[in-house]
C-alpha cells in the first residue's frame, strides 16, 4: 500500500511540478492508478477525469487495445534509432497521417511533443524559404492569445501577455502578432474581424515566412473558439500573400472539436500541420509535424539538403505503435456521434451557469466545455472541492474547463457537469 502523506512529503522534497514555485510547493494529489474516466488516488478516492490529461487520454485510461499493442511492441523493440533506421510502426503511423489528415500533408516528421513538433513546423517553414533563395522571410506572424508550446522557438509565437513567457522577452526571437480573433464559432464573419491580421500580411508579408495558429481553438490562451470563416479567410490571405499556413492541431487533432482536424471545420489544407497530445491517446510522448510535398521538396532543394532536426527519440517505436492502435480505436468507432452526443450533454448542463452572478460565459465546442468566470479562481480554494466532490477538473485564470475522455459514460458526464456547477455557484 501507499502512504498518501509521505508520497505528497516526498513529493515536495524533490519534485518540480509544471508552472509552481519550489518554495512555496503546494501538496499535489498522488494518483496510483487510473482506469476508464477515473483516477484513484493514494488514499483510496476516485476522481472522474474531465481533463483528458490535457486534452490526451481521449480513449480513457488502461484501455485493453492500448495495453495490447504497448504489450506486444514491448516484447518486439521498445526504442531504436531512427537515424538509417526505420520500423513498421513508423512506417504504418506516418502513412495512416497523411492519408487522414487534411489534403496536401504528405509528409510526417515525428517529435517527442507537441513543442517541439512546433519547433520543427517554424523550421520548416523558415528552411523552405532559405532554399528558395529568399533570406528575408524571417519572421513568423502569430495570432494574439495563441498558445504553442514551452521551448523557446514556442514561446516567441505564444502571445506575449496571455502566453506566460513574458520574462523571458529579451532573449526570445521576436515576431509579429496580430489581434486575436473575434470570438464565437458561429460569429456572423466581416472583413473587419480580420482587419488587422490583412494589415499586417500587407506590411510585413517580404518578411514573413508563416503564419501559425490553432485553428477553431485557441487553447492555453483563453480558450476561444472562432468561426471556421475567419480561418478560411486567413488561408486565403496566406496564399494571396505567398506566406505559409502553419495549424497547430496539437490540442485539437483526433476529433475533440467534433471534426477529426479543427481545419475541417473550414474546410481548407495548411501547408504545415502540428499534432501531438491525443495521438497516442494520451499512452506516450509523441508528436508529428506534417508538410506539403511542396514544402519538404523546397526545403530539400536548398543549399542544405536537409532538414535540420533529429531528436533521439524520434519515431519511437513503443509510442508509434501505441498510436497506430489509438486512431484504429478511434476511427473504427462512432467517434463523431460520441463527440456530438458529449457536445449536446455540454450544452445543456453547463448553460445554467450562465445565470450564476460569478459567470461571465459558457460556450461549448465538440467535447469542449467552458465557463468563464468574472474573477480568477482561487485554484487553492476550488481544487480540494473539486476533490473532495470526485472530480478532477483544473481550472486556470478566470477559465474552469473540460474536455473528458469520449468514452465517458452519460451518467459520469451529468455527474461531472453537476458537481461542477454546484461548486462554482
Ligand atoms: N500547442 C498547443 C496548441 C498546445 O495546447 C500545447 C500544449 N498545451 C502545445 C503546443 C505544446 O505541447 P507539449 O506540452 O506537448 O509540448
Not at 487510473?34 to 480513457?60: E, F, K, N, Y
Not at 517527442?112 to 532559405?130: N, R
Not at 513567457?165 to 521576436?174: G, N, R, T, V, Y
Request: hydrophobic share 45%; net charge negative; with cysteine.
Amino acid at each position: 500500500m501507499f502512504d498518501n502523506q509521505q508520497l505528497i512529503n516526498d513529493d515536495k522534497e524533490a519534485v518540480w511540478h509544471p508552472y509552481s514555485s519550489t518554495n512555496n510547493p503546494i501538496d499535489n494529489y498522488p494518483v496510483v492508478s487510473a482506469d476508464g474516466v477515473r483516477l484513484t488516488l493514494a488514499d483510496g478516492r476516485q476522481l472522474i477525469d474531465g481533463m483528458s490529461s490535457w486534452w490526451s487520454t481521449i480513449h480513457g485510461y488502461n484501455h485493453p487495445v492500448l495495453n495490447e499493442a504497448a504489450q506486444q511492441q514491448l516484447s518486439k523493440m521498445s526504442h531504436v534509432m531512427f537515424g538509417g533506421l526505420t520500423h513498421p510502426q513508423a512506417i504504418t503511423l506516418c502513412k495512416t497521417l497523411v492519408k487522414i489528415t487534411p489534403a496536401n500533408l504528405d509528409k510526417v516528421f515525428l517529435a517527442d511533443s507537441g513543442s517541439v513538433a512546433v519547433e520543427v513546423a517554424m523550421k520548416m517553414a523558415l528552411q523552405y524559404w532559405l532554399s528558395q533563395g529568399i533570406n528575408t522571410k524571417t519572421k513568423l506572424l502569430s495570432l494574439r492569445n495563441g498558445y504553442h508550446g514551452d521551448t523557446f522557438g514556442a514561446m516567441s509565437v505564444c502571445d506575449p501577455v496571455t502566453g506566460m513567457h513574458h520574462l523571458f522577452e529579451k532573449s526570445m526571437p521576436q515576431h509579429l502578432f496580430s489581434e486575436a480573433p473575434p470570438m464565437g464559432f458561429d460569429r456572423h464573419f466581416t472583413e473587419a474581424d480580420i482587419a488587422d491580421f490583412t494589415h499586417q500580411l500587407q506590411q510585413h508579408h517580404s518578411t514573413i515566412a508563416a503564419v501559425i495558429l490553432e485553428p477553431i481553438v485557441q487553447g492555453a490562451g483563453g480558450m476561444r473558439f472562432y468561426s471556421p470563416q475567419y480561418l478560411a479567410r486567413i488561408r486565403a490571405l496566406c496564399d494571396e500573400f505567398n506566406v505559409l499556413l502553419i495549424a497547430d492541431e496539437i490540442a485539437t487533432g483526433f476529433g475533440r472539436t467534433g471534426k477529426l482536424f479543427a481545419c475541417e471545420h473550414a474546410n481548407i489544407s495548411p501547408d504545415i500541420l502540428c499534432l501531438g497530445k491525443a495521438i497516442t491517446g494520451g499512452y506516450m510522448t509523441l508528436a508529428a509535424t506534417l508538410c506539403s510535398n511542396r514544402v519538404a521538396e523546397g526545403i530539400c532543394s536548398g543549399e542544405a539538403g536537409v532538414l535540420m532536426h533529429g531528436p533521439t527519440f524520434m519515431g519511437n517505436p513503443l509510442a508509434c505503435a501505441i498510436a497506430n492502435a489509438s486512431i484504429d480505436l478511434l476511427l473504427d468507432s462512432p467517434w463523431q456521434q460520441t463527440v456530438a452526443n458529449i457536445e449536446q450533454q455540454l450544452l445543456s448542463a453547463l448553460h445554467p451557469a450562465l445565470a450564476y452572478d460569478n459567470v461571465e460565459d459558457v460556450r461549448v465546442l465538440g467535447a469542449i466545455g467552458v465557463i468563464e468566470m468574472k474573477h480568477a479562481v482561487n485554484m487553492a480554494d476550488i481544487t480540494p472541492k473539486f476533490v473532495e466532490a470526485g472530480i478532477w477538473v483544473r481550472p486556470f485564470g478566470k477559465l474552469v474547463y473540460i474536455m473528458p475522455p469520449f468514452i465517458i459514460s452519460d451518467d459520469d458526464l451529468h455527474y461531472l457537469c453537476s458537481t461542477l456547477l454546484s461548486i462554482i455557484e
